[in-house]
């Protein structure tokens, strides 16, 4: 009897649990589904679609009109050039960087090494927001205003990248560091021909991490950029959203490629996101 | 005989050291001299500027000079400055609270093993991966202030007579914090869920064999159990909400009435319009030694195990 009982109990809170899932799921999609159906709509009737549920649904006249209109009056594709540039330099070269350095401090030895991992805990806590205006005036004084050196020269070393390559490079065997001494290779070899291709999966986390922190960053370009030449998609869609003449349909339009990218890096690389929320939990 | 090969082994030793520590100078140097140039000169700048008048223009009218601790001084008396420490405080006392609560709720409700569990994790996580500039474009219009904006027709539908959102100095920051905890929620879900999967099984057995009730199993059991990444989600909350910036800048400029101005933002605003990068060093170093206590504060409390 309780055996038959139990089943169908547990039936039934499974469906209540699928119809709680649903509905928070519809509360996080909710926005998104917004900004991408909007961005389709003609504009009268995304004025008038605003003020209900109606928002949320696609019907009526869609096309791909207000993006026609994005690339040709608001030249997206060269605010995205410069993003992209930015945000390219700053994952490549970023990843060199501090990643021969967490490795250096993790599987070297040389004298100052305690220093550096020490220096590097202190300097995560340092918040890049405490240092900005005299980051800036460094940056005036080396004539890099208003170009794409100053958007991501600043953004290449970070510390806290350096403690999680670190971290990890710490867990690697030594033995095959001393192995390929013998064999003749070089410590700044093994870096690259044999570390490097076995820490894929930390490549990919840390790529993940700076490449949000690039794709989005308001505060730093908009002091060091000023014109338009390498203005970057964050700036340029702020502008456009203090631009009472700019329609709605435009800015939508312009808000859904910029999340696009992104988008599509998160349903590809699911489990490497997951695994960088998971590594920046680690921070101690 | 033995003698050289012992010395021979010796001089291949400190060869070997001695390449060991170039290579290691070689490749930490890179970072380092950007570390330097980008955060280690600024730092100390910020703690020397902020004992004088440094305006972000040197002009022959306006030298450099030593004014003591009247930076600092500014920091607590300057109207606009001390309300941007209460604006960011009030802020994190709404976002954290509520990070806090929803992102255990959603760990404790999708750590299940049922089917298509983890495409509704990835549902609840991806407004992480929307770049904050576009969370503000599409909450700012659901917060419009006109009769008919969305939110103004859903609370009228109980009622509820329309209010000015992010016009309103009341509810401009509640709305900024509304949007932000929608963006960053499902990630903090996601580390909350990775501390609830380190709890070992046998411990909820144990507890079902004494009779614990589901409510019990979660106050004596999970939470103690989840203390240091609690912990974690609250201190980086905290220190993520201090740093609240963009959504200001995008949305309000420190309005209405100066009832959104942060701290960066307020950083930004008298370092950039107001040219004062005295005074804007003493905020900043006042605004890092918050920022530090409160790490430290984590340290302390996580610790002790």
Redesign the interface.
């Known amino acids: 009897m309780a055996m038959a009982q139990n089943p169908s109990k547990k039936r039934v809170s499974d469906t209540l649990f699928y119809v709680l899932y649903v509905f928070v799921a519809i509360l996080f999609l909710a926005p998104l589904l917004f900004l991408f159906i909007s961005a389709m709509k003609e504009e009268t009737q995304l004025i008038s679609d605003m003020t209900t549920l109606k928002a949320f649904v696609p019907y009526g006249n869609m096309s791909f009109d207000n993006y026609v209109q994005v690339f040709e009056k608001i030249d997206f594709l060269h605010y995205f050039r410069n993003s992209a540039v930015n945000a390219i330099i700053q994952v490549a070269v970023g990843l060199f960087i501090n990643g021969m350095m967490g490795y250096a401090l993790g599987l070297l030895e040389f004298r100052g090494r305690k220093f550096l991992i020490s220096l590097m805990i202190s300097l995560t806590i340092i918040p890049t927001e405490a240092v900005v205006i005299n980051r800036f005036l460094v940056a005036v004084n080396m004539g890099v205003v208003n170009t794409v050196w100053a958007l991501a020269l600043p953004n290449l070393a970070i510390p806290m990248y350096v403690y999680l390559f670190y971290q990890h490079f710490r867990g690697m065997p030594k033995d095959l560091v001393e192995a390929a001494i013998i064999d003749g290779e070089s410590y700044t070899g093994i870096f690259f021909k044999i570390m490097t291709p076995l820490s894929k999966p930390i490549y990919a986390t840390v790529a993940i991490m700076s490449f949000i922190r690039a794709w989005g960053d308001l505060l730093w370009p908009t002091l060091v950029v000023r014109d338009n030449t390498w203005m970057t998609l964050p700036q340029k869609l702020r502008s456009l959203n203090d631009n009472v003449y700019v329609y709605w349909g435009q800015i939508f339009a312009f808000s859904a490629m910029v999340t696009l990218p992104i988008l599509i890096v998160f349903l590809v690389f699911q489990k490497q996101f997951v695994q960088s929320v998971a590594m920046s939990g680690i921070k101690g | 005989m033995s003698d050289t090969v012992l010395r021979k082994t010796a001089n291949h030793r400190s060869r070997?050291?001695r390449?060991?520590?170039h290579?290691?100078?070689?490749?930490?140097s890179?970072?380092?001299i950007?570390?330097i140039?980008?955060?280690?000169?600024?730092?100390f700048?910020?703690v020397f500027?902020s004992f004088t008048s440094r305006q972000l223009v040197v002009s022959a009218k306006r030298p450099t000079t030593f004014v003591g601790l009247t930076n600092y001084q500014k920091v607590f008396t300057d109207e606009v400055t001390v309300k941007s420490f209460w604006n960011t405080l009030e802020y994190t006392l709404i976002l954290v609270p509520c990070v806090l609560v929803f992102a255990t709720l959603?760990a404790l409700?999708?750590n299940?093993k049922?089917r298509?569990?983890t495409i509704?994790r990835?549902?609840?996580?991806?407004?992480q991966?929307?770049?904050?500039?576009?969370?503000?474009?599409?909450?700012?219009?659901?917060f419009?202030s006109?009769d008919?904006?969305?939110f103004n027709?859903i609370i009228g539908a109980f009622g509820v007579p329309a209010q000015k959102w992010l016009q309103d100095p009341n509810l401009a920051m509640p709305c900024i914090a509304i949007m932000s905890i929608?963006q960053c929620l499902?990630?903090q879900m996601?580390?909350v869920l990775?501390g609830l999967q380190f709890i070992p099984e046998e411990i909820y057995e144990a507890g079902t064999i004494d009779g614990c009730t589901p409510w019990q199993e979660l106050i004596y059991i999970t939470i103690p159990q989840l203390k240091n990444?609690l912990v974690?989600v609250f201190i980086?909350n905290t220190?993520y909400s201090?740093?609240m910036?963009?959504q200001v800048?995008?949305l309000t400029q420190g309005g209405p009435s100066n009832s959104t101005t942060t701290l960066?933002y307020r950083?930004?605003e008298e370092?950039?319009t107001n040219k004062r990068?005295g005074r804007?060093?003493a905020l900043?170093?006042v605004?890092?030694l918050i920022?530090?206590v409160i790490?430290q504060v984590q340290?302390r409390i996580t610790e002790d195990k």
């Not at chain 2, 140039?37 to 730092?43: A, E, K, N, T, V």
């Open positions: 070997l050291t390449s060991q520590e290579a290691a100078w070689i490749l930490c890179p970072a380092m950007l570390l140039l980008f955060m280690i000169l600024p730092f700048m910020s500027y959603l409700l999708v299940r049922a298509g569990v509704f990835l549902i609840y996580f991806s407004p991966v929307v770049t904050m500039t576009v969370v503000t474009v599409i909450w700012s219009a659901f419009s006109m008919n904006g969305l027709v929608w499902g990630m996601m580390i990775g990444t974690y980086s220190i201090l740093k910036f963009t800048f995008m960066v950083m930004y370092g950039f990068v804007t060093s900043a170093v605004f890092f920022v530090l790490s340290n």
